[in-house]
């Protein structure tokens, strides 16, 4: 009788523990949008509003903080090329310098179930206030899609550029979790913006330090170190020209690309049958033929917990057989670079693609300068004949463009100097995209060598080094891999 | 104490001193030469586009790190020095001691792929400061 008592009770207290857990959720929470109407790409609006669709797929409803919030004013703008056969205005904007401008368009964002601005001083307490909603068992995951700043010092001292241009730094975002979040409530990431390494500073129980990992755990991912600019921000809405971290990140997770293609390869390396999020990274890393060289919180702790000397060790050895090794060897094979003499030639590559580089950014200062030349030469050859063209938010100005706009027209189009002026200014965003196509070679390479030294990096990791580090290494691991619809 | 070897102590601590203190940055030096040698070039590049003062931090603390080691090795190396240097094969054969030292040192605390590459930093480092010490060493003190 009275073990059936002790059944009961036990029983009763099992299910009890299930309900108070199936209660308990993932949280996500979205942040995103630009510090101003022309920092708030429309770009960063549609990946956002993939992120949010994706986990609203997954079964969970994040919460959403985009720019100005409910404010009906435009807080988002896009850039579609004008073309020349589009009249005189466009004409106009070329030689008395407004190209760039006259493809510009703005309106209000889009997205739906956003719970308010990003402005600093409003988003603070609200952050606060959801923090502090989180009970034991939830789990929280923030994801970023924005702008960021960088820090003259410390690395926690980098920050996302909220909305006014205000700003919120890595050190302050720990604060706010510390005082508000649950001290039993895990920590997941996603920062996508420039300098977002700076981020992985959460990771430790002090972010200023670095010592010690913060109870309990924080770890996620970051599209750049604290050092660098990440790609992404095009005020373009060519989707095929995504190339962000979030891109191939949530591809990876959702399983299809935004376009809905397949993906370049399977993600889920472990083959457990659903892809976690290092997974997603490894992936990102191998298939993102951008300028970010992306990193995760494991990645960074091991980074940082190397004895000093191997900062300055060169590895000429074989290449050790882990995930990085691994995953080395895989990014070697598509960038074409031999493994027996990945050095040499990774070495050589980028003298030259440096080299192109400065050769190209050389002719692209000389062609931006002989715009300049050419628009004063015509702007001012037509400020002599049409006077009004000066003024531009004038009646006169309207009254001129009624009157004589095809004439005006005509003129530029026999125009020598204004043909040559055209040749210029689209050679230049031609130079944009051809270094910026060197800058994602070079990238790749750079990643390559990362992803060497993190495979010597773990190597010594498995091998020698102490318990206490090997098991933060693993615990951040283990918090990292787990798959986007997990719930408790 | 006999002035001889208050000479030999003096000129032993002297050989410490300079062993520990110029291990680290012969190291250093060694080993980005030999990571350009070798193909890699990659032991300062690991520091592209990351500000110039982290490559210095790590530079500096590096030395303040590697201090302890270097006061071991250092030990061993004028043990050695003294031990062996009474001619010139025998402070050879020294250094190949000190050698075969550090690599079972090294191959105790490292990974192989590691000791691999770092052995063949310490063995040239260990060379180069012979090379600096061993010719002040057999100068004999004179008593």
Redesign the interface.
């Known amino acids: 009788m009275k073990e059936r008592k002790i059944q009961a009770w036990t029983l009763t207290a099992c299910l009890l523990v299930a309900i108070g857990k199936s209660d308990a959720a993932q949280r996500p929470l979205l942040i995103g949008g630009g510090y101003e109407l022309a920092g708030s790409q429309g770009q960063i609006e549609l990946n956002l509003g993939w992120v949010q669709q994706l986990l609203n797929e997954a079964g969970q409803s994040p919460t959403v903080f985009y720019t100005d919030g409910d404010d009906p004013a435009p807080d988002v703008f896009l850039y579609q090329p004008v073309s020349d056969q589009d009249g005189v205005s466009h004409k106009l904007a070329r030689v008395f310098g407004e190209f760039e401008a006259d493809g510009e368009t703005f309106r209000n964002h889009r997205l739906e179930g956003v719970s308010g601005t990003t402005q600093r001083d409003v988003l603070e307490p609200q952050l606060r206030d959801y923090f502090a909603s989180m009970q034991a068992g939830d789990e929280l995951l923030v994801v970023y899609n924005g702008h960021g700043a960088p820090s003259v010092g410390r690395e926690d001292e980098v920050s996302l550029k909220l909305w006014g241009d205000t700003r919120l730094s890595a050190g302050e975002f720990q604060d706010i979790l510390d005082e508000s979040l649950d001290p039993a409530v895990p920590l997941r990431y996603v920062f996508t913006q420039c300098y977002s390494g700076g981020f992985h500073r959460l990771i430790y129980e002090n972010s200023e330090s670095g010592l010690g990992l913060a109870e309990p755990l924080r770890c996620g991912f970051t599209a750049e170190s604290p050092w660098r600019q990440s790609e992404g921000c095009s005020a373009s809405i060519d989707m095929g020209d995504y190339r962000d971290y979030t891109t191939f990140f949530f591809a990876a997770l959702n399983g299809e690309d935004r376009l809905g293609e397949p993906l370049k390869s399977d993600p889920d390396l472990n083959g457990d049958g659903q892809t976690d999020l290092l997974e997603a990274h490894l992936y990102t890393l191998e298939h993102a033929h951008s300028t970010d060289l992306s990193r995760s919180s494991s990645e960074v702790f091991l980074e940082n917990r190397i004895p000093y000397y191997m900062s300055w060790v060169s590895f000429p050895g074989h290449l050790p057989d882990n995930r990085y090794g691994q995953l080395t060897q895989r990014l070697a094979a598509r960038l074409d670079v031999p493994l027996e003499s990945m050095n040499r030639v990774v070495r050589e590559r980028l003298r030259e693609l440096h080299s192109r580089y400065a050769q190209l950014r050389s002719e692209q200062l000389s062609t931006r300068e002989e715009a300049q030349r050419l628009r004063r030469v015509v702007s001012g050859a037509l400020l002599k004949d049409y006077p009004k063209l000066a003024a531009p938010y004038t009646a006169g100005y309207r009254e001129l463009l009624a009157g004589q706009g095809s004439e005006i027209q005509a003129r530029l189009d026999a125009d020598a100097d204004y043909r040559a002026l055209v040749e210029a200014q689209d050679a230049e965003a031609v130079f944009d995209r051809r270094l910026l196509d060197i800058e994602r070679d070079i990238a790749q390479l750079d990643k390559l060598k990362r992803l060497r030294r993190l495979a010597f990096y773990l190597d010594w990791l498995n091998d020698k080094a102490d318990a206490d580090v090997r098991q933060g290494y693993e615990r951040l691991v283990g918090c990292e891999s787990v798959p986007l619809s997990r719930t408790n | 104490m006999k002035p001889l070897m208050r000479c030999r102590l003096i000129r032993a601590g002297l050989i410490f001193l300079l062993f520990m203190l110029v291990l680290w940055p012969s ?2 030096l060694v ?2 030469a ?2 350009y040698w ?6 300062v ?2 520091y ?4 110039r003062r982290l490559m210095l931090a ?1 530079l500096t ?2 030395y303040a ?2 201090l302890p080691q270097a006061a071991g090795i250092a030990l061993v190396a004028t043990g050695l020095l003294w031990l062996f240097s009474h001619r010139f094969v025998t402070l050879m054969l020294s250094g190949l001691a000190a050698a075969v030292f550090l690599l079972l040192v090294y191959l105790f ?6 000791a ?3 052995i063949l ?1 310490l063995v040239a480092v260990e060379f180069l400061l012979l090379l600096m010490v061993g010719g002040y060493w057999m100068r004999r003190c004179r008593g």
């Open positions: 190291f250093v080993s980005t030999m990571g070798l193909g890699d070039g990659i032991v590049s690991r592209t586009g990351e500000p790590a603390g590096g790190a590697s605390t490292l990974p192989f792929s590691l691999n590459s770092l930093i």
